[in-house]
Nanobody, 133 residues
Framework: QVQLMESGGGSVQAGGSLRLSCVASGDTSGKYNTNTNCVGWFRQAPGKEREGVAAIYTGGHSTIYADSAKGRFTVSHDVAKNTVYLQMNNLKPEDSAMYYC?????????????????????WGQGTLVTVSS
């Protein structure tokens, strides 16, 4: 089983940047194993449903972005460090949310439709991002 831990959240002003990290531990064998074919980020603001933000296929470089993230966020991974990053630039107040890292062995489809998060079983504890205007 793989465990995920996020870090890097914080409070910034609009237009600022943050980089979130998601470190995998446990049964990773030095890289994301077959339990983590896709690793990515969801976010949940108070009173709103959890939504997919960005994800990356850990066996390659294919990425998926929500429309709200395109052009501002970049997801990447460092296999040697078992870490997936989310670089967030030009942050807006509407980006304020708890950001969760998740992993899925069967691809990144869960990041592409509403409610997809319900299909995922491997989650981190979340890291809070607050963007002030």
């Amino acid at each position: 089983q793989v465990q995920l831990m996020e870090s890097g959240g914080g409070s910034v002003q609009a237009g600022g940047s943050l980089r979130l990290s998601c470190v995998a531990s446990g049964d990773t064998s030095g890289k994301y194993n077959t339990n983590t074919n896709c690793v990515g980020w969801f976010r949940q603001a108070p009173g709103k449903e959890r939504e997919g933000v960005a994800a990356i296929y850990t066996g390659g470089h294919s990425t998926i972005y929500a429309d709200s993230a395109k052009g501002r966020f970049t997801v990447s991974h460092d296999v040697a460090k078992n870490t997936v990053y989310l670089q967030m630039n030009n942050l807006k107040p509407e980006d304020s949310a708890m950001y969760y890292c998740a992993a899925e062995p069967y691809g990144c489809a869960s990041w592409t439709y509403a409610g997809g998060y319900r299909d995922l079983k491997i989650w981190g504890q979340g890291t809070l991002v607050t963007v002030s205007s």
